[in-house]
């Protein structure tokens, strides 16, 4: 019972939502009473809005059925009902049609009606065809018959048949027998209603089902059905409907009263099939042979193909030619039986759409007839039967009488046959007198026929047009007829029987049933019995027509004028005694003010509770002036006077007669300092009874009659605010704009300030046309004007808080369309001059003079004429035709000259600029595609003046746009498809004409311009938001296969975009130039993609291609894909935009109701549209594909791509927050893990910017993001719990951590017990950090909510809720069990056992020893085991739950015994081995290898690095790899330097082990930039720091240029760097390089060589496209700079020139098409002119050699690589290309010719000198040179002639060389004598190779080195550094791979011979042997 009380007291919507179902049964039940109860528009069903879903879909089967019963009431009695349909219905099918219980389908399916009964048929019906493919048969059972009760109720007019029928087929294939018998009742029931109709769409069904349907159709009455049940606004009908059916008696023929159903056309139900494509391919030529077999061919596939019973639209043109040419020409009366078959079939496929090519067929037909052969003739028949159905006859009539005329009788004879079949099918309308008359003459004529047949043809025509036109219509042409004929004329005139079994003869006037359905509708609804003099306009009750809501009326419904005679004084105080107290009356006129104080305060209470019908508001404010009247000097009394006057005027009848007795008083009152306000209020409730408009203009003359300058000022006020709150409607602009003009040449300021204020107001409502007004005011005031103006430029009206506008919706559209008027109206007002008499012919004849300077006379002439006149009226006479003229004038001055008047013309003559739009407007826009910017310019600039008064209607009637459109300029095409994509969306709806447009716009979409296929693209949307996908779908079937493709592809994409349509032009000024007005949000879809307006100029030159088809595999089957280029290309822009104010308007729709509230417990399709339109005009067009895309791989992509550009765009990025974050809460309902965790990555990083921009949440951002959040604090995966916990952590950052409490309180009530615990945990963490006053709303409300968990049956809910009261208790001490109130025992005893144990833990850590300085405190890894007790440590700052985290896995990793800064792979501490063996003191060293020296013999194995293995608690640290890394990454960049060392030393741990190594795949950027970023910090801030020890800065730089260099040697994380960080890591080194402060100390030059050796790993194993493109950009950007250094461009040239060197070898793997794009933006900033000028030539040349390289590797085919290059002609590269490829073609040819005998001469010298032992090592020094200068000539078979011995030492020097001279990577030698191409691997098990590395390392590091000195320095050794190859890791792999040299230098000797010429050998195993001792006297010592 004490859980019943507790639900018991809660409101009723509350407890309809309770956990418990019992006391949602209660609720329901409670809910009916109430819906039976309230009215229909009582506000109490506003909030069972958003709950009446769960009524449906409860749980329990037993309240569940109260919940619909309560639904059905719901439905049936609230206003807003029909709100709910889908989200009811949706649950109704889902949840209702399943049960069991057949009470609830009853209730489920009466719902389903009642939806219907108030108008939502159609979203019923959806919801409910959509049921039928519910798994559940029940479901579908259940629907189906709920259709056909509706369709049986409601009858066929409201619901409808198509869907149906199309359904149908399918539910008779169903397997289960309940769902195939409800299907045969529904099959039954439809054919009630359209009979044979539907027996078409259902014979394909089963032949058994479908005899068993015949006979059930066979028993259904033939009486026509009629509905029984009526919708809302069909209840007059249902009324009439029953009378008429009671008059109709009782024998049941209720046929005319009887609603007769439609017949649906079986047409209607076909789906259209296009043909076109299908014909044979070579079907025009057979169609034309000379074999009459082939042309027969052709025709009877055609015939096939035309069976169809509906075809697709399209250009039939060629086709019914050719079928024409076959039965006017063709002498084979078979084929033209067939042509004529195929013209039948076309004209019943195609219906109307054939009626254009009636007229060109029906003639030859006609002519054909005089075939005898029936066969033909009756084909003929058929065809020219079919041909009428789809024109008129009115269009046949003149091809009909030219072969009346015939000489072949036969020909006479078929025409007035297919005349008389034509008649009979016609109407008395579609059969006037005026065609009448002509065919009646010519029949006539044939009556008197000698050919029998063709008379009585004649008289066969003659009676049945009698029959249609009625004999009276007939007569007239059969005066002079014999009486024989016209009686038989007249016998078949009563014979004949018309199409539908029409009466004829003009007597089909409607039946009687008829006209009253006709009639019904007019007549208003519910009007009230005894209506008084007026009429109250209310609320329209749905679907009902009513005259106030009339769309076609422009002025809004108001309430109606009440019109009152005046009264005598007598009768007004006979009135006014009778409803006042007498005392009341007599007191008025008492001498004694506080009697006349209380008489008025009487009298204000009787006023307020009279009745409305009873109060005599004329008498009563007479009474009011009785004596003193409103001279009361008693201001006490003389408000309540006027609030008397108020409450009279709101409550009563008031009219402008009682309003005319008090209005003088009124502002005579309004500038009292202490009455003024009353008065004011009294104005306003007298303007809601009697309108503004009125008011207004009586209250500003009575002000400015009067001299009180205080009255008019504040009289001028109250009418400004009154503007504000009644809008606009009805104000007599003119007479006030006079009032206002007095008000501005008063001597008074406050009375001209006060004028401007309201000029301000007016302003808004009527733009800047208000200040043509004021052109002849003094310059000051108008100056003041402007400011006021310019002050409200921007800001839109107010929309109406009082008046009648406000009542109705119908209203407040017509209120749009009155305000969307008012600038038409104003122009109207403005007084006009006819200047007709000053364009005279001499002026006219000068402007077309051939001489240009008399032209431009007289067009100045017409200039002053336009500027003295200043407003004209429209007649022009001749000059309009002499203008046109001059638009196309050669000299270019005064085209200009011509459009810059017609400017002027459109301001001074207004909207009726109109009637000159076809002569003077079309022709501008032939303008648009002059060739010279400028006039292009001005003719933009003077369409938008023209449209601006025109508006674009007249523009788009009528075919010359289209015409424009489809001149092959591509100037005209862009111009004026920019112009359309600006205006078209700001039209609420467009001509017909428009779709003669669509045409010539798709072939703008292929236009070679891309800049017409840019603006083609963009005005695409808007062209379907007025057309619809569907028509122009349809129009690209005129178009060629493969152009259809593509266009369609287009389409498609242009739906996803299309812009909602708008509600009509955006209320701003209407005289503004349209450059300036953004357009109406219709464009938002588009504004990423739309031009500026000004210009139309596309911003960015990457953004969406045109004409880029997706990469979904939408092109067709065979047509060639766009390659990946035009992908990335598209992808090139930024991703998000900044839309001005966006997100505060969307914030503001959200708060209006515009939008729905992002609210939801699962994400319905309405949200997810709903913020697709959000996010179309903040993002990418290609960005938003793959956020909404419904594959999650392109959701990853997406998330890539926002994680790449969050830092360059991060203020856009904040600009659209709100629908960033919105977009992820859907993710997080996604069950796919990848895209959770990557949306979480995002996530991190994004609050993680935030924080460093210090940005602050919006409640909005907050509101719609952290709920959802929440819910993924209990997922089940814990890599995921702990990533939202980090971003928990970081939220706290950006949004107020108590503001973030009562979210986490929410999550707590989960019935997630893992999210119950996570969110306590986070309560007590906040708590901990923050204190108190986190808990929000209070602490003890919080504390006690909290406490309830601790008897949670979950122990890790238990557990956390203690440990958050044991924070609490830490923080506030004993006043926590205060704060939790009463609690259990075991609770208590719980709770008083954990905070005994956390204060035992407290003291242990206050006991324990303090860490060293400059140690970190090791933080607890549970957040809440040891947490501040003391204010004192709180007022710190606060340490988020990240930093916790982050910081426990810094103090576990500090705990390791690992290096702080561990070796990199690059450093080999030479000197330290020296000291080593001289010093023989202890020292540790690191244990090595052990190897036995005597296997050195033994085959080589080479040993992998024996690398630190990882500890063991690294992995329970790292439980989630992806989030881990990201921590660690986050520290790398971190400003202290032991931090950022530590995290390194954490990622090399992770990167030396190739068993982990992989957890860095897709880190690999991140890590880098952390890296780069660190670089960057030690060269500016931490080199800069003089307190730091430079060693530690050293340590800093090698650890991490060591991490990269292990990150490089693997293969797959190099490949991962994408181009930007490449760019990044190598601006950063080169900067290292390029320190002075590094290359003063020994340390910096041993850093020097790492990074040179970093570098060259860099670019051996990155993804060589990235790199090269990396050091393009850096030479770009390098030479740009004006502030960098000079050393920088030649490393970086340097650099390239290396890469250059690598080209031979990675030429496969590059993408040339990117290099060669990222080569012509730098030829495109850096032309040749350019390059030169510079002070040295290196860039040229170094671009060039590049260039060269290329094309020599690549020949000719470089060319084809140009695509993603827009723009070709804006740098030199292509002409560039063009001249090396076929100077390379030149030169091969010219090799070819000339012998080789120089080279031959050559090699023959070089090899003599190799012969001789003196010159040896000279030949074979001249053979390398050689070589290196011709790589091209073979030098194998050269080779061939010289011993084995010779070949081998020529081999081995050849090596020797290429080491010694740095150019290994270039020309490696093989030791077979096979060639001299490189062979992979050969090199690193050269004993040279690793002996040559030897000796630079100890030359490096200062050791004796006999062999080579010293040598490099400065910038000739980073150059030289730049190759070497990278130093072995540690010492066990040094000694390691010297052991493997010795074995390999030991084993080649043994196998070579011994040559008296290689003496170098020996001494070179002798110096590595001593190296190995030397190392292993190291090892000894450490041992």
């Known amino acids: 019972m004490g859980d ?174 309940a769902v195939r018998h409800e299907a045969k009742l529904l099959a039954v029931e439809v054919y009630r209603w359209i009979r044979d109709s539907l027996r078409p769409p259902l014979q394909n069904i089963n032949s058994v089902q479908l005899k068993e349907l015949e006979e059930e159709w066979v028993k259904v009455p033939s009486s026509a059905p009629r509905q029984s049940r009526f919708l809302r606004s069909q209840q007059d009908l249902r009324t009439k409907f029953e009378e008429q059916h009671a008059v109709a008696g009782s024998d049941g023929d209720c046929e005319d009263v009887a609603d007769s159903a439609p017949q649906l056309d079986p047409y209607e139900l076909q789906d259209p099939v296009e043909i076109l494509s299908k014909l044979p391919k070579d079907f025009y030529v057979k169609i034309e042979a000379k074999k009459w077999q082939e042309r027969k061919e052709a025709l009877e596939a055609l015939v096939m193909l035309a069976k169809h019973p509906k075809l697709d ?194 007597a089909e006037k409607g039946k009687p049933g008829t006209k009253a359905l006709s009639e019904a509708p007019a007549k208003p609804a519910g009007a009230p019995k005894n209506a ?112 008397v006057v108020a409450v009279v005027a709101q409550r009563g009848r008031f009219s402008k007669t009682s309003a005319s007795v008090v209005l003088d008083a009124l502002v005579e009152k309004v500038g009292d300092v202490k009455c003024g306000g009353k008065a004011k209020d009294a104005l306003t409730a007298i303007g809601e009874a009697c309108s503004l408009s009125w008011i207004a203009e009586q209250v500003v003359s009575l002000a400015f009659a009067q001299k009180n300058p205080k009255n008019q000022v504040e009289t001028l006020n109250w009418l400004a605010n009154a503007m504000k709150e009644f809008g606009f409607t009805g104000i007599n602009v003119k007479a006030f704009i006079n009032h206002v003009k007095t008000a501005l040449g008063a001597s008074n300021p406050a009375i001209r300030a006060a004028a401007i204020s309201l000029l301000g107001v007016m302003y808004l409502y009527m733009g800047a046309s208000l200040r043509m007004f004021f052109e002849d005011e003094k310059a000051a005031l ?61 002026m006219v004849s000068k402007v077309g003079d051939k001489n240009w300077t008399i032209r ?173 996908f569907d028509k122009m779908n349809k129009a690209t079937g005129k178009l060629k296969p493969a152009s259809k493709d593509q266009v369609v592809v287009m389409l498609d994409k242009a739906r996803d975009v299309m812009p909602a349509k708008s509600a009509g032009p955006a209320k701003a000024a209407p005289t503004k130039p349209v450059s300036s007005v953004h357009p109406a949000k219709a464009l938002a879809a588009l504004s990423k993609t739309q031009a500026p307006i000004e210009e139309y100029a596309v911003a960015d030159p990457k953004k969406a291609k045109p004409g880029a088809l997706p990469a979904k595999g939408k092109a067709a089957a065979g047509k060639k894909p766009l390659g990946k280029g035009k992908e990335e290309e598209d992808k090139s822009g930024p991703i998000f935009s900044m839309v001005p104010n966006g997100k505060d308007l969307r914030v503001k729709d959200e708060k209006s109701l515009k939008t729905l509230k992002w609210n939801f417990g699962s994400p319905r399709d309405e949200y997810v549209e709903q913020l697709k339109v959000q996010m179309a005009p903040c993002v990418a067009k290609w960005l938003q594909e793959e956020l909404f895309h419904h594959d999650f791989q392109h959701h990853i992509k997406a998330i890539n791509s926002m994680i790449e550009c969050l830092e360059e765009e991060h203020e856009a990025t904040v600009a659209c927050l709100d629908l960033v974050l919105k977009w992820y809460t859907l993710r997080f309902f996604d069950t796919n893990t990848s895209v959770l965790m990557k949306a979480l990555e995002y996530l991190k990083l994004l609050f993680l910017s935030l924080s460093k921009h210090n940005y602050h949440l919006s409640e909005q951002e907050a509101n719609s993001f952290i709920p959802y959040l929440v819910l993924k604090v209990g997922e089940s995966k814990d890599v995921v719990r702990k990533d939202v916990r980090a971003i928990m952590g970081m939220l706290c950052k950006v949004y107020p951590a108590s503001r973030m409490f009562p979210f986490l309180m929410e999550g707590t009530k989960s019935k997630n017990s893992k999210q119950r615990a996570e969110c306590l945990e986070e309560l007590g963490c906040l708590i901990g950090f923050y204190g108190m006053s986190v808990c929000q709303p209070t602490a003890a ?200 060392m530590k995290a390194l030393a954490q990622i090399d741990e992770v990167l030396r082990q190739e068993s982990i190594a992989e957890v860095m795949v897709g880190h690999t950027d991140q890590f880098l930039i952390a890296t780069s970023l660190q670089l960057r910090l030690a060269h500016s801030t931490h080199m800069a720091d003089t307190r730091l020890p430079r060693e530690d800065i050293f340590k800093l730089y090698s650890c991490a240029i060591g991490n990269m260099l292990t990150l490089f040697g693997v293969a797959r994380l190099a490949r991962e760097a994408s181009m930007g960080v490449l760019k990044d890591v190598v601006q950063g080194l080169v900067t290292v390089l390029l320190d002075p402060r590094i290359e003063e100390s020994q340390e910096g030059q041993q850093l020097i060589r790492s990074v040179n050796m970093l570098l060259r790993r860099l670019f051996e194993a990155s993804d060589q496209t990235n790199i090269l493109s990396a050091l393009l950009v850096l030479l770009q950007d390098s030479l740009l700079s004006s502030a960098g250094s000079p050393k920088f461009s030649e490393l970086i040239m340097k650099c390239l020139w290396r890469m250059i060197k690598f080209l031979p070898d990675t030429i496969s793997s590059l993408t040339l098409d990117k290099i060669l794009l990222d080569v012509h933006n730098f030829m495109k900033l850096f032309p040749k002119d350019r390059l030169r000028k510079l002070k040295t030539d290196m860039p040229h040349r170094t671009l060039q050699t590049l260039l060269h390289t290329l094309c020599r590797l690549a020949g000719p085919t470089i060319l084809d690589h140009l695509s993603l290059i827009e723009d070709k002609s804006e740098s030199e590269l292509e002409a560039h290309l063009k001249r090396v490829v076929k100077s390379a073609k030149t030169d091969t040819e010219t090799a070819h010719m000339v012998p080789k005998s120089k080279d031959a001469e050559v090699l023959g010298e070089i090899f003599k000198k190799i ?42 020097s050849l090596n020797t060389l290429c080491i010694e001279r740095g150019d290994k990577a270039r020309t490696p030698y093989p030791t077979s004598g096979v060639g001299l191409e490189p062979t992979p691997g050969r090199d690193e098990l050269r004993p040279s190779v690793y002996q040559e590395r030897l000796k630079i390392l100890r030359q490096l590091h200062g050791l004796e080195n006999n062999n080579k000195p010293q040598q490099r320095e400065g910038e000739d050794e980073r150059a030289a550094l730049l190759s070497k190859p990278p130093v072995a890791p540690s010492m066990d792999v040094l000694q390691s791979k010297m052991s493997q040299i010795l074995q390999n230098r030991q084993s080649q000797d043994q196998r070579r011979p011994q040559s008296p010429t290689r003496p170098a050998d020996s001494g070179s195993t002798g110096n590595l042997a001593d190296l190995m001792k030397r190392l292993q006297k190291i090892k000894g010592n450490q041992q």
């Open 1811 to 1852: 012969s001789s032992k003196e010159n040896s090592k000279e030949g074979v020094s001249k053979l390398w040179e050689f070589k290196l200068r011709h790589p091209e000539v073979d030098l194998a078979s050269h080779l061939k002639k010289l011993p084995q011995t010779c070949q081998t030492f020529v081999e081995h």
């Open 856 to 1028: 431009k006379e007289g067009l100045n002439e017409v200039a002053a004429v336009l500027s003295e006149a200043k407003f004209i009226k429209p007649s022009l006479g001749d000059l309009p035709i002499t203008l046109k003229g001059r638009l196309s004038d050669s000299n270019k001055i005064l085209v200009q000259q011509t459009l810059s008047i017609m400017q002027q013309m459109a301001t001074a003559m207004g909207p009726a600029l109109k009637q000159h739009v076809k002569t003077l407007g079309i022709p501008v826009i032939t303008v648009l595609g002059d060739i010279k910017n400028t006039v292009r310019a001005a003719a933009m600039a003077t369409l938008n003046s023209w449209v601006e008064q025109t508006g674009m209607k007249e523009w788009l009637e009528g075919a010359e746009l289209s015409e424009e459109l489809k001149r092959e300029n591509p100037f005209l095409r862009q111009e004026v498809l920019g112009w359309l994509a600006v205006h078209l969306p700001t039209m609420r709806s467009v001509p017909s004409d428009l779709m003669l447009c669509v045409p010539p716009l798709f072939g703008c979409l292929e236009d070679r311009n891309v800049d017409v296929r840019k603006r083609a693209q963009d005005v695409l949307p808007v062209f379907m938001m007025h057309l619809g």
């Open 532 to 643: 008084p003099l007026y009429k109250d306009v209310g609320v329209a009750k749905k679907g009902k027509p009513g005259a106030e809501g009339g769309a076609k009326s422009k002025k809004p419904a108001e309430t109606k004028e009440i019109v009152e005679t005046e009264l005598s004084v007598e009768v007004c105080d006979e009135l006014a005694a009778a409803v006042l107290p007498a005392s009341c009356v007599k007191m008025l006129e008492s001498s004694n003010w506080k009697e006349r104080l209380a008489s008025m305060e009487e009298f204000y209470q009787v006023a307020e509770q009279m009745d409305i019908g009873a109060m005599p508001c004329q008498a009563l404010v007479r009474m009011l002036a009785k004596k003193p009247g409103w001279k009361e000097t008693n201001f006490q009394v003389l408000q309540l006077k006027l609030q």
């Open 782 to 842: 108008l100056a003041q004007i402007d400011a006021e103006f310019e002050k409200m430029q921007g800001q839109t009206p107010p929309a109406p808080t009082r008046g009648a506008i406000k009542r109705t919706a119908g209203q407040q559209e017509g209120e749009e369309a009155k305000e969307d008027g008012v600038a038409g109206d104003i122009m109207d007002l403005l007084p006009r001059t006819d200047i007709s008499d000053k364009i005279t012919e001499d």
């Open 313 to 506: 639209n399209g250009d039939y043109g060629d086709v019914v030619r050719a079928l024409k040419r076959v039965i006017g020409k063709d002498t084979n009366v078979i084929l033209v039986s067939l042509a004529a078959k195929c013209l039948a079939g076309l004209a019943f496929g195609l219906r109307k759409n054939f009626g254009t090519y009636a007229g060109n067929v029906v003639p030859t037909i006609l002519d054909k007839f005089k075939e005898k052969k029936p066969a033909v003739v009756q084909s003929l028949q058929e065809a020219i039967d079919a041909v009428f159905l789809t024109t008129t006859l009115q269009n046949l009539s003149e091809d009909m009488l030219a072969v009346m005329d015939n000489k072949n009788p036969s020909i006479k004879q078929q025409a007035s046959l297919f005349l008389t079949r034509s008649i009979r099918l016609s109407s008395p309308s579609t059969l006037p007198k005026s065609l009448l008359k002509p065919l009646c003459a010519a029949l006539l004529k044939q009556v008197n026929d000698p050919a029998p047949e063709v008379r009585d043809a004649a008289i066969m025509a003659l009676g049945t047009a009698m029959k249609v036109a009625g004999e009276k219509a007939v007569n007239p042409f059969l005066a002079d007829l014999d009486k024989l004929k016209v009686d038989k004329i007249k016998a078949i005139a009563s014979d004949v029987e018309l199409a539908g079994g029409k009466k004829g003869g003009g």
């Open 1341 to 1540: 409300k919080s504390l006690k909510e909290i406490a309830v968990h601790i008897g949670d049956r979950d122990t890790s809910v238990r557990n956390t809720a203690l440990n958050t009261v044991v924070t609490v208790y830490n923080v506030c001490g004993e006043q926590v069990y205060k704060l939790i109130g009463h609690l259990s025992e075991k609770d208590m005893s719980m709770l008083e056992e954990r905070i005994k144990r956390s204060a035992k833990k407290t003291t242990l850590t206050s006991t324990a020893p303090t860490p060293k300085q400059g140690e970190e405190k090791a933080l607890p890894t549970h957040p809440n085991a040891s947490l501040p007790q003391k204010p004192s440590n709180r007022a710190q700052p606060p340490i988020k739950l990240s930093q916790i985290r982050l910081n426990a896995l810094v103090q576990s990793q500090q705990a390791e015994p690992s290096h702080v800064c561990p070796v990199g792979e690059f450093h080999l501490d030479l000197d330290l081995l020296e000291q080593l063996e001289s010093d023989q003191t202890s020292v540790v060293l690191p244990d090595l290898v052990k190897h036995k020296l005597g296997d050195l013999l033994d085959p080589v194995i080479i040993p992998e690095p024996k690398l630190r293995p990882v500890p063991t608690h690294f992995d329970e640290l790292h439980a989630g790899p992806s989030s881990t890394i990201n921590l660690v990454i986050s520290q790398v960049a971190s400003g202290d330097i032991n931090t950022s």
């Open 4 to 177: 019943d009380s507790d639900w018991m007291k809660l409101p009723v919507d509350q407890k309809c939502e309770h956990k418990v179902w019992k006391a949602r049964l209660n609720g329901y039940e409670e809910a009916l009473k109430l819906f039976q109860r309230i009215d229909d528009t009582s506000p109490e069903w506003v909030k069972y809005q958003g709950i009446i879903k769960k009524f449906v879909t409860d749980s329990n089967s037993v309240a569940q059925l109260k919940g619909l019963e309560a639904v059905l009431a719901y439905v049936e009695n609230a206003h807003v009902a029909s709100r709910t349909v889908g989200e009811v219905l949706s649950g109704v099918v889902c949840k209702v049609f399943n049960q069991p219980k057949a009470r609830a389908k009853e209730l489920a399916s009466d719902i389903c009606l009642m939806y219907i009964e108030i108008e939502r048929a159609d979203i019923v019906q959806e919801e409910l065809i959509k049921g039928l493919e519910n798994k559940n048969p029940k479901v579908v059972v259940a629907c189906v018959e709920t259709i056909r009760r509706a369709l049986c109720e409601f009858g066929s007019k409201t619901v409808t048949l198509k869907p149906i029928i199309k359904v149908l087929p399918k539910l008779f294939e169903s397997r289960e027998k």
